[in-house]
């Protein structure tokens, strides 16, 4: 069985910045595209940034230029730098996986807990 496990998130001021991080495992844990989503109260939860496996990358506009996904060597974490942080960040933030590469939209098999992220002004 797949499992997602997220972690990093936290409180930060404007400006500042977090890591997040996403471990994955199970037996075909590895050859899996992931993406990071986040939800804040009552708003839909919304596509931040994917990676496929030839390191092709897509953001949301609003992240573009100040959060990087990235992967380790061993293909089994996914990270997410979040730089610039403003307060209209804060949410939930989740990890998704799948044998194919959905981008931005919601429709992966695996998801994580998820990790809170609170920016103050």
């Known amino acids: 069985q797949v499992q997602l496990v997220e972690s990093g998130g936290g409180s930060v001021q404007s400006g500042g910045s977090l890591r997040l991080s996403c471990v994955a495992s199970?037996?075909?844990?590895?050859?899996?595209?992931m993406g990071w989503f986040r939800r804040a109260p009552g708003k839909q939860r919304e596509g931040v940034a994917a990676?496929?496996?030839?390191?092709?990358?897509r953001y949301a506009d609003s992240v573009k230029g100040r959060f990087t996904i990235s992967q380790d060597n061993a293909k089994n974490t996914l990270y997410l730098q979040m730089n610039s942080l403003k307060p209209e960040d804060t949410a939930m933030y989740y990890c998704?996986?799948?044998?194919?590469?959905?981008?931005?939209?919601?429709?992966?098999?695996?998801w994580g807990q998820g990790t809170q992220v609170t920016v103050s002004s």
């Open positions: 990676i496929d496996n030839t390191g092709d990358t």
């Open positions: 199970g037996f075909t844990s590895s050859g899996y595209y």
């Open positions: 998704a996986a799948d044998r194919f590469t959905w981008w931005l939209t919601p429709q992966y098999r695996y």
